[in-house]
Every structure is written in C-alpha cells, then in structure tokens.
C-alpha cells in the first residue's frame, strides 16, 4: 500500500519565518521515509478544526507545491484537492503542466466541487450554488484532459469556453497527470470519477472502518458499468480523517493492522494528516515506525 502525508497546518513554532524551512525539512524527510504522495490543502483560508481560526496561516497550494518540488526528487505532489472555483480551468491545467514538468513528471491533479463558502465571499471570488459548481467541474475535467492532449482545438462550454486549448510545454507524465476526484458523493462525484479520473479519494475513520469505502466502492463499480469504463483501472485511495500514532513500534503496528484491513477492498493508498504535531518528527516516524511494513501490505 502506498502512503501520503497531508500537511493541513503551516502554524509552526516561530512564526511565518519557520514555514519554508519546516516545509523543506518536511520534504527532505518524505524522500528518506520513503513517503510516495505529499499534499497539501487548497485554501485560502484555515479551516475550523484545523487551525485557532481562520487568521491561521495557510499557504496558496500550486506555490507550495512549486517549492516542494525544488526540495523533493521522488515524492508525487499535489494538492488535496484543489476547489473548482479557485482557478480558471485553463489556468489550471497549465499550473499542473508547469508543475509536472519542473518537477521532473511527479504532478497530479486532485481536484472537487469546493464548498468553504466564507473564504469565496472573504475575498470575493464567486460562489455558485452547489449544483453549478458541479457543472463546473464536469467541464473543468473535460477542458484539461483536452489541454493534456494533442487536440488544440476550442472548447465550448455552458460555463467556459476557451478559442485554444494550446498547452506547451506539455506535461512529462503520460499520457497525463493522473486525476483525482475527492469526495464521496455518490449520485455526482462518483459518476465523474468512473468517467474521467484515474483515482478516487474517499475519507475513511475508524467509526466506518472498510465497510463504509466498501459501500462508496460498490457505488462506484455501478458508475463505471454504466459508463462503460474500467473500475479496476481506478486507484482508490483513502484520506484517513483520524490522528495516527506514529511515536512507537507498537503504535505504528496498530495503524498498519488497521489499514491492512482496507486492502482486501481494493485501496491501494492512504493519506495520513500530523494533527497538531511536528510534521517533520511525524514524517520521521512513519518512516521508522509504519513505511517497512505498509509498503507489503
């Protein structure tokens, strides 16, 4: 199984100053655990839960992706997820290119409908309604998997329409940077999954354990039928929304029983969050404590 670290918090001892060489040392100590996703939020704003408040720092995602990549060599980058109001569709899918092909091809896109509505009126970015945004992000998938092809053409949509869709350079993965849609939704957010991504990213906690992914696999295997695409082509992946003790053998053995138990339903990735912790001591742990036996699961 493969592992992700999620960084959500940048309120390090030390104020502003502390966050790029935290950030740095985190990336240097994924590489050495042998960490294969690291990812960031897609916020303006801190969410509740996360920070004191929302005047929490929180750093613009593709920026601190770009900075990673100069301080990382193997690890995949993305953010998780990025919302569809925050970017125009072909802006977007030239971030990602630019990202993929600086960073030698380790770029994926992650991407849902958002939904923190204070941070889109706090700055003044529209806010559509909850079935417009997934309008929108039907047509933002479509326009960037154009981008990332060799048609050039025009896109004409009910929400974007762009005269080109010329991308150079091109991104390094091929035949693009995969796609992941986040969410569990299962009439709208799965459908678009079996149709145009290449993974999902559902929340997992100990309460549902794998019968809940179980239930959103099952409902997905049913979208794909009717899509005619192929479910097992699809990497199911997990963000496990739970605090992991990473701090012993012992510990780092129970996370691994517990996420062993995911396997047998087919996810094949687990992203993991430092809640309130040293995010480079966490790091560290995972790849003393969790990484030697996760990876033969």
């Given at each position: 199984?493969?592992i992700g670290?999620?960084?959500?918090?940048?309120?390090?001892?030390?104020?502003?100053?502390?966050?790029?060489?935290?950030?740095?040392?985190?990336?240097?100590?994924?590489?050495a655990?042998?960490?294969?996703?690291?990812?960031?939020m897609?916020?303006?704003?801190?969410?509740?839960?996360f920070?004191?408040?929302?005047?929490a720092?929180?750093?613009?995602?593709?920026t601190?992706?770009?900075?990673?990549?100069?301080?990382?060599?193997t690890?995949?980058?993305?953010?998780?997820?990025?919302?569809?109001?925050?970017?125009?569709?072909?802006?977007?899918?030239?971030?990602?290119?630019?990202?993929?092909?600086?960073?030698?091809?380790?770029a994926?896109?992650?991407?849902?409908?958002?939904?923190?509505e204070?941070?889109?009126q706090?700055?003044g970015?529209?806010?559509?309604?909850?079935?417009?945004?997934?309008?929108?992000?039907?047509?933002v998938?479509r326009?960037?998997?154009q981008?990332?092809?060799?048609?050039?053409?025009?896109?004409?949509?009910?929400?974007?329409?762009l005269?080109?869709?010329?991308?150079?350079?091109?991104?390094?993965?091929?035949p693009?940077?995969?796609?992941?849609?986040?969410?569990?939704?299962?009439?709208?957010?799965?459908?678009l999954?079996?149709k145009?991504?290449?993974?999902?990213?559902?929340?997992?906690?100990?309460?549902?354990?794998?019968?809940?992914?179980?239930?959103?696999?099952d409902v997905?295997?049913?979208?794909c039928?009717?899509?005619?695409?192929?479910?097992?082509?699809?990497?199911?992946?997990?963000?496990y929304?739970?605090?992991?003790?990473?701090?012993?053998?012992?510990?780092?053995?129970?996370?691994v029983?517990?996420?062993?138990a995911?396997?047998?339903?087919?996810v094949?990735?687990?992203?993991?969050?430092?809640?309130?912790?040293?995010?480079?001591?966490?790091?560290?742990?995972?790849?003393?404590?969790?990484?030697?036996?996760?990876?033969?699961?």
């Open positions: 199984m493969r670290v999620h960084v959500v918090s940048f309120d390090f001892p030390g104020g502003p100053s502390s966050i790029g060489p935290t950030m740095a040392a985190v990336g240097q100590s994924a590489e655990a042998g960490i294969d996703n690291l990812s960031v897609d916020h303006y704003f801190q969410l509740p839960g920070g004191a408040d929302p005047s720092p929180m750093l613009e995602g593709y601190c992706l770009g900075f990673l990549a100069a301080h990382t060599s690890v995949e980058l993305q953010l998780l997820v990025t919302g569809v109001t925050y970017r125009h569709p072909g802006l977007l899918a030239k971030i990602v290119s630019t990202l993929d092909v600086l960073s030698g091809g380790r994926a896109l992650g991407i849902g409908a958002a939904w923190y204070r941070e889109h706090a700055l970015v529209p806010f559509p309604p909850v079935a417009e945004r997934f309008e929108r992000l039907e047509e998938l326009i960037v998997r981008m990332w092809s060799e048609d050039n053409g025009p896109f004409v949509g009910t929400h974007y329409s005269a080109e869709t010329l991308n150079s350079p091109a991104p390094l993965r091929r693009h940077p995969p796609i992941m849609i986040g969410g569990g939704g299962e009439r709208k957010t799965l459908r999954v079996a145009y991504a290449d993974a999902c990213n559902l929340f997992a906690n100990p309460t549902g354990g794998p019968g809940a992914v179980q239930g959103k696999l997905l295997r049913a979208h039928d009717r899509e005619g695409t192929d479910y097992d082509s699809i990497r199911k992946t997990i963000l929304a739970s605090t992991v003790d990473v701090t012993s053998a012992a510990s780092g053995a129970r996370f029983a517990e996420m062993s995911y396997a047998p339903i087919g094949t990735e687990v992203h993991v969050m430092p809640f309130g912790v040293d995010p480079v001591a966490f790091v560290d742990g995972l790849g003393e404590h969790v990484m030697p036996a996760l990876t033969a699961v």
